[in-house]
Each structure stands twice: as structure tokens, then as C-alpha cells.
């Protein structure tokens, strides 16, 4: 069973940037593909970003291209999401997901991660 551990979130000015964690254990972290989604109150969660097992290949939501920057460290167990320009409508609990499955592109449908974290909230202010 893989357990994961978001870190990272908190209160930003509109135009300033974090950077989230999601660290793994209980799993081999290389076999993953990693995933980011977020969710906004009253609204379905989202996909935010994905980078494949081997790290070699990511996908982003229109959204957030050329903002967000998700990568892997697979030596430290972790995954990152560095968020940049942040706008309010970025505001959500940010989930950090794993899919098992060692798909050539990383997916962007939540039903095909088989393991999640608790969240992170992120609040940006106008």
C-alpha cells in the first residue's frame, strides 16, 4: 500500500509561487506515474498535471501551461508541483495521486489513479 503526504500549501499574494510535495512511501516510487489535481469548493476535482514513471514525459491542463512545473525526484520519493504567476481562480486543496500503471502517456482521469494523498490547500488572494 503507498501512502502520500502532501506538503507545501498555503496563503499567496495573486502573481506569487509555491511549491508542493507529495511524498511517497510504502511503494517502489519509480513503477508510478504521478499525478496533480485539485478541487475548489463545489466544484468536481480537477487534473492539474502528470509526469510519467520514467519522468520522461508530462502533461499539464490548459490552465495552468506554462505556469505550473510538475516533476520527480525518484531517490527522494517525491514528487513536485512548482506553481508560478498563482491567480485566485488557482485556489483549491491541491491531491497529489498515484497510478500504478506504467502507461506511456501519464493519464489525466482521477478513476485511473489507484492511490491518493489528503491534500494541501492552496489560497491565492487577490
Avoid: H
Avoid at 511524498?23 to 492539474?48: D, L
Avoid at 491567480?87 to 489513479?113: G, W
Amino acid at each position: 500500500q503507498v501512502q502520500l503526504v502532501e506538503s507545501g500549501g498555503g496563503l499567496v499574494q495573486a502573481g506569487g509561487s509555491l511549491r508542493l510535495s507529495c511524498a511517497a512511501s510504502g511503494g517502489t516510487f519509480g513503477n508510478y506515474a504521478m499525478g496533480w489535481f485539485r478541487q475548489a469548493p463545489g466544484k468536481e476535482r480537477e487534473f492539474v498535471a502528470a509526469i510519467s514513471w520514467s519522468g520522461g514525459i508530462t502533461a499539464y491542463a490548459d490552465s495552468v501551461k506554462g505556469r505550473f512545473t510538475i516533476s520527480r525526484d525518484n531517490a527522494k520519493n517525491t514528487s513536485y508541483l512548482q506553481m508560478m504567476s498563482l491567480k485566485p481562480e488557482d485556489t483549491a486543496v491541491y491531491y497529489c495521486a498515484a497510478d500504478k500503471n506504467k502507461r506511456f502517456i501519464p493519464a489525466r482521469s482521477t478513476p485511473l489513479y489507484d492511490y491518493w494523498g489528503q491534500g494541501t490547500q492552496v489560497t491565492v488572494s487577490s
